[in-house]
């Protein structure tokens, strides 16, 4: 048989591979410090008009490590930043497109947060209080609420 022929190769259902970038700026300030997250409000289905975290598909021969740095300069403008993985969600109902796997993503700058600018599907990139935030699509909530238990912000 031919090395080409689809009989051979299995079929599996494969989850799509995602990346979020979560990017904290911790601002100091007298008697404690001020916490706010990077937003963007999604300009496609699904969630149009919603608030997420910047992020988006891994594309086939990408290294999720680039992945997530492209989505978040693509999407806010930002690049350079210091992410490091955070931790894998992958709930098959996570995602009303279909089942996907995100890598989550998080780097943590302190200061006044870089300006930032909605691009690509994101019709705008803002920054948001951790303590103050709006109703968040996927499992962003869910999301936030980890980074903020780990990092001791709860």
């Known amino acids: 048989m031919e090395s080409g022929d689809s009989c051979l190769r299995p079929r ?35 969630f149009e008009g919603d608030w997420a975290l910047p992020g988006g598909f891994v594309e086939y ?11 978040v300069e693509e999407e806010t403008g930002l690049s350079g930043l210091p992410f490091r993985q955070f931790r894998t969600f992958g ?14 993503y998080l780097a943590e700058l302190v200061g006044e947060p870089p300006a930032v600018e909605g691009g ?16 968040l ?11 903020t238990a780990v990092l001791g912000l709860a």
């Not at 021969?61 to 989505?71: C, I, Q, Y």
């Not at 699509?137 to 980074?147: C, S």
């Open 61 to 71: 021969g990408e290294d999720p490590d680039l992945a997530v740095a492209r989505e």
């Open 12 to 46: 599996f259902r494969n989850p799509a591979l995602t990346v979020d970038g979560a990017v904290i700026v911790r601002r100091p300030r007298p008697g404690g410090a001020c916490y706010q997250i990077l937003l963007i409000r999604r300009g496609r289905d699904p």
């Open 91 to 104: 709930h098959p109902d996570r995602d009303p497109r279909g089942h996907t796997v995100s890598v989550v």
């Open 120 to 135: 690509d599907d994101a019709a705008e990139a803002r920054w948001y209080p951790l303590d103050d935030l709006p109703a």
């Open 137 to 147: 699509a996927f499992d962003h909530d869910r999301i936030l609420g980890m980074i």
